[in-house]
Structures are given as C-alpha cells and as structure tokens.
C-alpha cells in the first residue's frame, strides 16, 4: 500500500509517520503532485495558523489537487478545518470540500481546547471497533459546526463535529496518532477502507 502525506509546511508529520510505522506502513512524505495522485491513501495533516496553512498550500499549487483526489483523503486537525469552506481564524477560505464552517470557541471556556475528550454519535466505518465515549486526543480553538457531514461529535463549549465524511474525503478534530489505542484504530480502520 502507497500511504502518503502531504507536506506543505504546516503538519504535525512525525508522529503520524510514526504512528503508521507502528501499524507497519510507510508513510511516504511528498509534495509532489504525480505522487500523492498514485497513492492508495493520503493524509492531510496540519498544525498551526489557517490562513499561513492556506497560504503555503496556494504557493504550492496543492490547494487545487486536494481536491481532486479520488482515493480515501484524511485530513487531521487543521488538515481537517482547511477542508470546510471558511475558518474565523484569519477569516479564511478554505477548499470547500466539506460544506461546513470553522468558529471560534466563546471565551466561557479555556481555549485552547487540550487534553483528552470523548467523541460520540459515531456514524462512519472509520469507527469500527470505537466506543460511544472513548477519548480523543485534541489541541484546538476553533472547531467544525455540527452538520449533516459529521460522522462524529464532541461537547466543548457546544457540540461540534469532531469528525466529517464526504465522499472519499474524512477529517477527524483530534489526533489519532496520539490517541492511545482508539487512535491507532482509527488509522488501521482508515488504511482497510
């Protein structure tokens, strides 16, 4: 199996390639357009500010393709967020894969939102073997409004989507390459789809 992930500048890569390693995959880290197109899975990852995320994808032209792949996509935290239609965070445009929008946790709460949460109304087979109420590991402040896309939620602040589906295209809030044993699965779940 071809596992690549896409390297634009803005990703939380090694642990994700370590993660898969622990499942026996290599991880392929590329930003080559013709390679991401011939792998079997692809992930999306991305740690930071969206609109210099965004930025860095444009510069690359990576902004298009993403979109257009056909194999199974998993965006991962702000990987995730940059595949609704629009963040509060430096007001920006995102892919519009998912037909959601990303806001701002209120100042009721800390943010960010870090450490573990339970994830539940699990709806999707990247849940296979997941309980209702197992924990996830997250670190963000803004989230992904409930939509009919989400394949699963979280209560912080409010419930939002901590998991959507498109099509071919998945994206998860939280980490699963640091969520102990229920992450691990959701990887292994996601390279069997």
């Not at 444009?58 to 257009?68: A, F, R, V, W, Y």
């Not at 589906?165 to 699963?176: K, L, S």
Request: aromatic share 10%; glycine share 8%.
């Amino acid at each position: 199996m071809k596992l690549v992930i896409i390297d634009y500048g803005a990703g939380n890569i090694k642990s994700i390639q370590f993660a898969f390693k622990r499942l026996g995959v290599e991880a392929i880290l590329s930003n080559n357009p013709e390679e991401i197109k011939s792998a079997d899975k692809v992930i999306f990852p991305g740690v930071g500010e969206a609109s210099s995320a965004m930025e860095k994808l444009k510069e690359s032209g990576l902004n298009e393709l993403i979109t257009e792949l056909k194999q199974p996509v998993l965006g991962i935290c702000l990987g995730m967020q940059l595949l609704c239609n629009h963040t509060e965070e430096g007001n920006t445009k995102g892919l519009g894969v998912f037909d959601v929008n990303i806001k701002r946790f209120s100042n009721q709460v800390k943010v960010p939102q870090m450490g573990w949460n339970t994830i539940k109304n699990l709806k999707s087979e990247l849940f296979a073997g997941i309980g209702n109420d197992d924990y996830m590991y997250l670190v963000h402040s803004y989230y992904a409004e409930n939509s009919k896309e989400a394949i699963a939620t979280t209560c912080y602040d409010v419930d939002y989507a901590s998991a959507l589906q498109r099509d071919n295209f998945y994206g998860v809030q939280f980490h699963p390459e640091k969520s102990s044993v229920a992450g691990e699965r959701i990887l292994k779940n996601f390279l069997a789809l």
